[in-house]
């Protein structure tokens, strides 16, 4: 390749980063596909990659605390808890954006704009009663997951006010859903960019005290977090209301409207069930590490899962783009570039996923060291690192299936898929290697990546047959 070949074709990729971060309007029923993918994909894996930033943040500063084991404890209990809220709010914000997309894809804005919103609503409802059960039954939720008495008391006011502030999470995750439906996922990465900027800043400020500022501690980093997540969303309320992108909204399209809730309804209910038969199975192998591992054995998982979050929602944000592609072209009754679409963001999801699957291994004792002082917390991070990432490429591809048919609007098949391999596959392996054969905590790291393999290899097969290609929006 001649120097001047080379040049143009970096030219034309750093310009095509350029229109990514810029959200600039494309068609997504015409031109290269490749092109289409790369500039949705960008901001979506940046926002993704934002979002894991979160728990990251507070995982780091609350693990040098003096009681770091039970602080790491809580927040990836915590977290691992919050999977059920952002189970809610991904299934969802996938529901909008199969709507939203198949509505732009059809070039009628305006219904899309107003479905989003109905999607809101939905969603309003049903966190109400998440937050306040959360509230009330903070310790006893922390003492289900395996944490000790002790450490469930220290870390009863971080669960409240993370779940009473579940509100804000819902908020962040739909209405980035609504843009990203609309194509415009650069206004998604740059919510999370002003929620994490906020987040770091306010993080060891409120944690460990700056002049008349208390030292909060672990208490401090909720507070940090939430509002940090309430600069993003309003943020996106911003660009929702200022008329200047593809979707605008107004105060009169928040009065509810009960036929299109019910068909949001229809679409958002198998999309919410799958993402809740994932996150509950996450919360039994928590807890199952938890029982077998004791609070050590607990932190190092936390620490191992968290870190293999921060690797896969970028690789989930890159895999969005299918959702959107997907939903788009269908609108434009262009089947054959759909499926298309689908193939292209997988091959790039698996490259991926490879080169962290390659760094993962080669580097789990620093990333695991990177988060505790603790050797016996990171010893066993180190190992869960190295077993849980050795189905990474596996666990790529898988996302993209699953977001292809949410993106079409068949959000029960990826349900099906989760049901059988989470519940009836991953959970009993874990369990008959963690407690009959008496493996442990290294059981339940094993059990992973075979179960995700398993369910990658269903959905390709699933994907293959087409009937998503059908399914009416």
């Known amino acids: 390749m001649s120097q001047k070949t080379f040049s143009g ?38 926002e993704m990659m934002m979002e894991s930033v979160f728990a990251l943040v507070d995982l780091y500063f609350v693990g040098h605390l003096e009681h770091s084991s039970f602080a ?9 808890v919050l999977t059920i809220i952002y189970s809610l709010a991904i299934g969802i914000s996938m529901a909008a954006t199969a709507v939203v997309a198949r509505r732009v894809g059809e070039k009628n804005p305006e219904a899309a704009s107003r479905a989003g919103i109905q999607a809101v609503l939905i969603a309003f409802g049903i966190n109400l009663f998440i937050s306040i059960f959360g509230i009330i039954f903070a310790t ?27 509100l804000i999470i819902i908020c962040l995750f739909l209405f980035n859903g609504i843009f990203r439906g609309a194509g415009n996922a650069a206004i998604a990465m740059k919510s999370l960019w002003v929620a994490n900027i906020a987040n770091i800043i306010l993080c060891p400020i409120l944690i460990n005290g700056l002049g008349p500022i208390p030292a909060l501690g672990l208490n401090g980093a909720a507070i940090a977090t939430t509002i940090g997540r309430s600069l993003g969303v309003c943020y996106q309320l911003y660009h929702l209301f200022n008329g200047k992108g593809v979707i605008v909204v107004y105060l009169s399209y928040f009065r509810p409207h009960w036929e299109q809730i019910k068909h949001i309804a229809k679409i958002s209910a198998p999309a919410v069930g799958q993402f809740v038969i994932a996150s509950c199975s996450w919360i039994f192998l928590a807890q199952l590490v938890a029982t077998t591992g004791g609070d050590v054995g607990s932190a190092g998982y936390q620490t191992s899962l968290r870190l293999m979050m921060f690797f896969m929602l970028p690789a989930w944000g890159l895999s969005g783009a299918a959702a959107t592609l997907v939903g788009q072209n269908l609108g434009a009754k262009q089947v054959e570039r759909a499926e298309r679409s689908v193939l292209v963001t997988a091959r790039f999801n698996a490259i991926y996923m490879g080169a962290v699957m390659i760094l993962s291994l080669v580097g789990a004792e620093w990333l695991a060291g990177v988060f505790s002082n603790d050797p016996a917390v990171r010893e066993i991070g180190t190992q869960a690192v190295r077993i849980m990432a050795c189905g990474y490429i596996f666990y790529g591809i898988g996302m993209v299936m699953i977001n292809a048919f949410n993106g079409s609007g068949d959000t029960k098949t990826p349900t099906w898929i989760n049901l059988f391999g989470f519940w009836f596959f991953q959970i009993p392996l874990a369990y008959l290697l963690a407690k009959t054969f008496e493996m442990g905590p290294t059981g339940v790291f094993i ?20 009937r998503w290609k059908t399914i009416q929006v």
């Open 9 to 46: 074709k970096l030219s034309a990729f750093v310009s095509i980063i350029k229109r990514s971060l810029n959200g600039e309007y494309i068609d997504l029923t015409t031109g290269g596909i490749r092109v289409s993918v790369v500039l949705l994909a960008i901001p979506m894996m940046l």
């Open 140 to 166: 006893d939720i922390l003492k289900f997951m395996g944490a000790s008495n002790e450490a469930a008391l220290y870390g009863t006011t971080f669960v409240r006010i993370m779940m009473g502030s579940s």
């Open 447 to 466: 059990a992973i990546p075979v179960a995700e393999t398993a369910i990658t290899i269903a959905g390709v097969i699933l994907f293959k047959r087409g």
């Open 72 to 80: 790491i404890q809580a927040v990836g209990l915590t977290e691992s």
